[in-house]
């Protein structure tokens, strides 16, 4: 299967700082999905990417589609208690015939109030 | 909007144990994902569907079998429970190809005793 390798694995960082995860494939994607999950619930949706170098904002939160299309970032600015949970990237690669995802292994964000 | 319903939320089996995590969407959407989740691993593709009649394996589709007998269903069936397929279980509706999202359920927790 396709890899993803996302960093950090966990932050622990004050209310108000700003957040910067990345995610990296081994092959060339078409599409980067960021998603949220909290406690016992199912990732959601936060961000989209469609085009190499695509930068797209939500909030607080950024991402960019990487100029070599086998990366991406997030970052997340000002930082809030609930902004805690497990973030992951996932990709669709360019090859793929079966429109599927493949996801990063996660990072675990804890805001300190 | 209901999106994507899993049953069950819970469930414990004991080894050699079958049963049918049920999977079902109302966005009319060809493509479906079943995914496992355990710690520290991300998300793990394990079949999938392109349509009504069609599915294949992901990358770790040992130990399981689906079916995709209409748009709106995907059960995953597992045939003998065994204690390493604890883990919790997702299922994904993904729009259409070029430029897709992938909208998750809330998930099944299975514990296999």
């Known amino acids: 299967g396709q890899q993803l390798n996302q960093s950090p694995q966990s932050m622990f960082i004050q209310e108000g700082e700003d957040v910067s995860m990345n995610c990296t494939s081994s092959s060339i994607f078409n599409t980067w999905l960021w998603y949220k999950q909290e406690p016992g619930e199912g990732p959601v949706l936060l961000i989209a990417l469609y085009k190499a170098g695509e930068l797209t904002s939500n909030g607080r939160l950024t991402a960019q589609f990487g100029i070599t299309r086998k990366d991406s970032f997030l970052n997340i600015s000002a930082s809030i208690p609930s902004d805690v949970g497990i973030y992951f990237c996932?990709?669709?690669?360019?090859?793929?015939?079966?429109?599927?995802?493949?996801f990063g292994t996660g990072t675990s964000l804890t805001v300190i109030p | 909007n209901a999106g994507v319903t899993q049953t069950p939320k819970f469930q414990v089996l004991k080894t050699g144990q079958s049963m049918t995590l049920q999977c079902a969407q109302d966005?009319?959407?060809?493509?479906m994902s079943w995914y496992r989740q355990d710690p520290g691993m991300g998300l793990r593709l394990i079949h999938y569907s392109v349509g009504a009649g069609i599915t294949d394996q992901g990358e770790v589709p040992n130990g399981y079998n689906v079916s995709r007998s209409t748009t709106e269903d995907f059960p995953l069936r597992l045939l003998s429970a065994a204690p390493s397929q604890t883990s919790v279980y997702f299922c994904?509706?993904?729009?259409?190809w070029g430029g897709g999202e992938a909208f998750f359920g809330q998930g099944t927790r299975l514990t296999v005793v």
């Open positions: 994904a509706s993904i729009t259409p």
């Open positions: 966005m009319n959407h060809e493509y």
């Open positions: 996932a990709g669709q690669p360019l090859l793929d015939t079966g429109n599927q995802f493949y």
